[in-house]
């Protein structure tokens, strides 16, 4: 079953830093295309980052020059490495990422959510 499991959620004090991770599982073999999202509490879901295969990684204004996406295409894990944290920057996060597995056939996947809590 090809799904994108999530890591590296935590409490961090504001101006900390944090590495969140995405990783393919089960039958994933690569991942091509992924979003990052975040929702804090009573808001909608926004989009915070995301690339598509073969194209440059695009950001929210929000975090531009503070969150950084990454690949490890041998390990199919995708990184969102975030700095300079802002209380504002509290809530869950998840990607969704599309590629390809064992056996050539596409997929699109949810991960499950990684909660981030800033403090001040």
């Known amino acids: 079953q090809a799904q994108l499991v999530e890591s590296g959620g935590g409490l961090v004090q504001a101006g900390g830093s944090l590495r969140l991770s995405c990783a393919g599982s089960?039958?994933?073999?690569?991942?091509?295309?992924m979003d990052w999202y975040r929702q804090a509490p009573g808001k909608q879901r926004e989009l915070v980052a995301g690339?598509?295969?073969?194209?440059?990684?695009n950001y929210a204004d929000s975090v531009k020059g503070r969150f950084t996406v990454s690949r490890d295409i041998a390990k199919v894990t995708v990184y969102l490495d975030m700095n300079s944290l802002k209380v504002e920057d509290t809530g869950v996060y998840y990607c969704?990422?599309?590629?390809?597995?064992?056996?050539?056939?596409?997929?699109?996947?949810w991960g499950q959510g990684t909660q981030v809590t800033v403090s001040s």
């Open positions: 969704a990422g599309e590629g390809f597995d064992s056996d050539a056939r596409p997929y699109s996947s």
């Open positions: 089960g039958s994933i073999i690569s991942i091509d295309s």
């Open positions: 690339f598509r295969r073969g194209e440059s990684t």
